[in-house]
């Protein structure tokens, strides 16, 4: 699983549904979507370092995004930029491996935490 895991680093390919609306947005509504991803993101980010209880969070050592239902970054707001990059990993890997799982699947509402440093896991020994 780990490495086919790190092959999906790149976009997954567009879904028929993702190339209908983006073939149906005008530049200026691509704009202003855009605009209110990042800034969903970017309030996201603040929320956490107001909220954190610890010094990193605090620092703005975290960062929120928006990724799609595959796992791809749509927007993201970091205090650290590597932050920026380690979302998609985690969350590609849980779709890979939960999705299907009878036992596990994936709802609306679950949360998923992730601490192997092979799957994203950016802080393993805190």
Do not use: C
């Amino acid at each position: 699983m780990g490495l086919e895991l790190h092959d999906k680093v790149g976009s997954e390919p567009r879904t028929d549904e993702e190339a209908r609306y983006a073939d149906l947005m005008s530049d200026v509504d691509f704009g202003i979507f855009r605009h209110k991803l990042e800034t969903i993101s970017a309030e996201g980010k603040h929320v956490m370092a107001k909220l954190g209880v610890s010094t990193p969070l605090r620092s703005e050592d975290s960062g929120s995004g928006i990724y799609t239902a595959k796992g791809d970054m749509a927007s993201s707001a970091a205090g650290v930029y590597y932050h920026s990059l380690t979302g998609q990993i985690p969350i590609k890997y849980t779709v890979m491996k939960w999705t299907n799982e009878e036992t596990v699947g994936i709802n609306d509402g679950d949360i998923f935490y992730v601490t192997d440093p092979i799957y994203g896991g950016t802080h393993s020994p805190d």
